[in-house]
């Protein structure tokens, strides 16, 4: 982490704590009045509790141009940037995080490139569905290392991040404290229910906490659906493709409209939203990412809508290849951020409770 | 810019945006002038955190009750007695229902913060502070339509004897002048006006620091005494406190508080102790403080503490000046060496033994010190030692305008016919001396509101 930065937001903190007006907005504050002085762990912590709700920049008397020039989101928002890279692992792929944009670009060609050949040399003599164009055994081989790897790294990345900010030991009550903050959006309510200060200035509004939430939803029952099918297939040797009414497609169809609907809206509120309240270099990246969870759903969708149709051929390997994308770049893009928030949140609960 | 408005607000803290939302609200086409650019607007205002509120019963994140006779003793032990009791009272009793109307208007009220447990069941705090209300109140205020012009300094008000019949104005460098049917002045005190402060208190006040707004100047009050308007409240008085002395000249605001003076030894720039630093809790002692370093040699003193007292207090904005011994910190604060260090020895000789309570009066004195410390004396020994610099910093002026119960401004022969105000400009009338907390947010949301119900019921 570079000096310089972490300094910078220790003084802003450090001014916040001799204020402690804005208390009520979230959990920052109150993290901030257990303590007097900052360690470069509790600044982390600080920084991945943050939710940029920005609520503490529209009411302080501090920002510029007042000489103390406080931008508590900004700071926080780098710090919790650099906190993400220096916990990465392995620690060569850290720099992906400054790329995210053209990282995830390239990704998405590459592998849906390397699917669709994968594809054609590898088409099964007999199968139905997208069975018919790859087989489910190279499905699997492919998949399943591209998404427990990537896990696994993100588990030692937040055990690394446990240890640097003294996370204390992990209890029932904290997880489920943590689940429910993420469950509310607590952190984005501005402690009043009426929402943040995110596209419109001053004023507060729910509409990032929803689209938020649409977009968390949707992941989660798409996750279900890929998860039931796993288990009807080798639980009941139920195989798909599957109808309507099934599980998979019950889950999935609401995930996938649900994950549109929520990502399409952050970035339209991220391009109203006021850049330099952010970590500005890394806009570009966190766009990128949004795009892309836009992109593994809609094309989810519409492969789901052209089944039957040729169009599976290509529209196959385009929709998985999003996918691994998503997948490989989990612990080096702003999808590592859920993970650091709900550890931050755990760890927050503890030391409350401590 | 419509320049003859039913209703002229000159000012855009809490009470100017309480009258103009009441007096939108009651159907007057409202313009509002704040001298401030936007991201200055809202005067002291933005570095408020509560109001003061009778109550019945636990209301919101008020706990308790608070009746009007207890408030209003609280305010005659603060100013000793310099208060009009029928407004005192009146402003009181009305408080009990802004707390709604406030709600009703966009401000959210948050629990009492963290080190302030003692004002949970008197004071509502702000979520956010008085800037989060400001926002809340200038949005309310244009979702309404009231007009709002930023760096609009107002600069005279034509009085003829018995009304306002013009205003001059300076809007964003171009003089205007506007004919509205009445005007709510709620432009604040004279205190960052540092000449006027100068004439009144003497030359020292210009070391003084203005805690508050650079555009509180006191134009308009000085345009409108000028031409007979009655004044009350003393013209030679601010309410100043000992702050931190590395604070900006202006709009340094609460995080430039020091709240270490009662655990400290505090010397003036020649190293000599000048008052009890232990005489009472801080809360009750710090505006004393702001006059006692006003009367030292430069307006400066140097709070001393060692490392067993560092915690005891709210943390400062600025880390303090810390060295290993005596006079390494002398040294560091530029205090005469010899001078500093004799004071602390003899401090330090004249403490007792005896149990040490740091949140109560714990009657843990000196003995045969000059001038004693009463309570929370514990030798100064335990390196490493902190020196903090105060200086009286500014809060307010007293100086203000008359006003009857409706808000309207008394001339020499009676009410101006439509003259309102409101806030800071006319509190001396209620706050003649000291100060309660959170009751200068209470008297501009009060008089706010009378101003702009009285300058409707006028022009509709």
């Not at chain 1, 959990?27 to 609520?55: E, Y």
Request: net charge negative; aromatic share 10%; proline share 5%.
């Amino acid at each position: 982490m570079s000096p310089d930065l972490i300094a910078e937001a220790r003084r802003q903190v450090e001014i916040c704590n001799a204020c402690r007006y804005c208390e009520g907005y979230c959990s920052v504050f109150p993290a901030i009045t257990r303590q007097r002085a900052f360690a470069d762990g509790d600044l982390t912590q600080l920084a991945n509790l943050c939710h940029n709700c920005r609520g503490c920049y529209y009411a302080c008397q501090y920002t510029e141009p007042h000489e103390f020039a406080l931008n508590l989101p900004r700071v926080l928002a780098e710090v919790r940037h650099e906190s993400w890279k220096e916990h990465a692992w392995p620690r060569g792929f850290a720099r992906l995080y400054d790329r995210s944009g053209g990282v995830i670009a390239l990704l998405i060609v590459i592998s849906t490139a390397l699917l669709f050949a994968v594809a054609q040399a590898l088409r099964p003599d007999s199968g139905e569905g997208f069975y018919a164009y790859m087989s489910h055994s190279l499905m699997v081989a492919i998949f399943a290392p591209a998404f427990l790897l990537p896990l696994a790294a993100v588990g030692i990345s937040l055990r690394r991040y446990w240890q640097h900010v003294g996370g204390g030991a992990l209890t029932l009550a904290t997880a489920r404290d943590a689940f429910s903050a993420t469950a509310h959006m607590r952190n984005l309510s501005g402690g009043h229910g009426e929402g943040c200060n995110f596209e419109d200035g001053e004023r507060y509004s729910n509409a990032r906490r929803w689209f938020h939430q649409a977009t968390l939803l949707g992941f989660v029952l798409c996750f279900a659906s890929t998860s039931s099918g796993t288990v009807l297939h080798y639980g009941f040797g139920l195989e798909a493709p599957y109808g309507f009414w099934s599980l998979p497609k019950l889950l999935g169809v609401p995930g996938g409209i649900l994950l549109c609907i929520g990502t399409a809206g952050l970035a339209y509120l991220k391009t109203k939203a006021d850049r330099t309240l952010g970590a500005p270099a890394v806009w570009g990246g966190e766009m990128a990412f949004v795009a892309l969870l836009f992109a593994v759903s809609l094309t989810g969708l519409v492969l789901y809508a052209a089944t039957g149709t040729g169009a599976v051929a290509w529209l196959l390997p385009v929709h998985l290849g999003t996918v691994l994308a998503l997948f490989l770049l989990t612990p080096y893009s702003k999808m590592a951020h859920g993970f650091y928030r709900l550890t931050a949140l755990m760890a927050d609960a503890g030391k409350r409770a401590a | 810019m419509d320049h003859s408005p039913d209703i002229l607000i000159v000012g855009g803290g809490n009470a100017a945006l309480c009258a103009a939302i009441t007096a939108r609200e009651a159907g007057a086409r409202v313009l509002l002038l704040e001298g401030a650019p936007k991201p200055y607007r809202g005067g002291n205002s933005r570095h408020t955190r509560n109001f003061r509120c009778m109550h019945a019963g636990p209301q919101g994140v008020l706990t308790g009750e608070y009746d009007e006779d207890e408030y209003f003793e609280d305010l005659l032990k603060v100013t000793g007695g310099k208060t009009d009791e029928t407004l005192a009272r009146m402003t009181i009793r009305a408080s009990e229902g802004c707390y709604g109307w406030m709600q009703a208007h966009g401000v959210h009220f948050q629990p009492s913060l963290s080190g302030t447990l003692s004002l949970s069941r008197t004071n509502a705090f702000f979520l956010g502070g008085g800037k989060a209300l400001v926002n809340a109140y200038y949005l309310t205020a244009q979702d309404l339509g009231v007009e709002i012009a930023y760096e609009a300094e107002v600069t005279h008000l034509d009085h003829d004897g018995t009304r306002i019949h013009a205003v001059e104005a300076n809007i964003g460098g171009e003089r205007v002048s506007l004919k509205p049917r009445a005007v709510i002045v709620a432009s604040g005190g004279f205190q960052a006006d540092l000449d006027w402060l100068a004439d009144a208190w003497g030359p020292a006040a210009r070391n003084f620091l203005i805690r508050g707004t650079p555009y509180n100047r006191g134009t308009v009050l000085k345009d409108l005494l000028d031409q007979g308007i009655q004044s009350v409240g003393d013209p030679t008085q601010c309410h100043a406190v000992a702050i931190d002395g590395r604070a900006p000249k202006f709009d340094g605001g609460i995080v430039t508080r020091l709240d270490c003076v009662p655990f400290a030894v505090v010397v003036n720039k020649d190293g000599q102790r000048f008052y009890d630093e232990g005489e009472d809790v801080w809360p009750k002692r710090y505006a004393i403080w702001g006059r006692l370093v006003a009367a030292q040699p430069d307006q400066v003193a140097y709070a001393v503490i060692d490392a067993k007292s560092l915690n005891l207090f709210m943390p400062s904005v600025f880390p303090p000046v810390q060295a290993d011994t005596i006079e390494g910190l002398g040294q560091r604060l530029g205090l005469p060496g010899d001078a500093f260090k004799s004071t602390v020895e003899r401090f330090n000789a004249a403490c007792r033994d005896g149990a040490f309570h740091p949140t109560e009066l714990d009657g843990l004195a000196t003995a045969g010190l000059e001038p004693p410390k009463t309570n929370w004396a514990r030798p100064i020994s335990e390196p490493p030692f902190y020196g903090y610099e105060l200086r009286p910093g500014v809060t307010f002026t007293y100086l203000g305008l008359r006003v009857d119960e409706g808000a309207q401004v008394q001339g020499a022969e009676g009410p101006v016919e439509n003259l309102w105000a409101a806030g800071e400009i006319m509190a001396g009338s209620i706050l003649g001396q000291g100060y309660l907390a959170g009751f200068g947010m209470t008297i501009g949301t009060v008089f706010g509101r009378l101003a702009g119900e009285g300058a409707a019921a006028y022009v509709t």
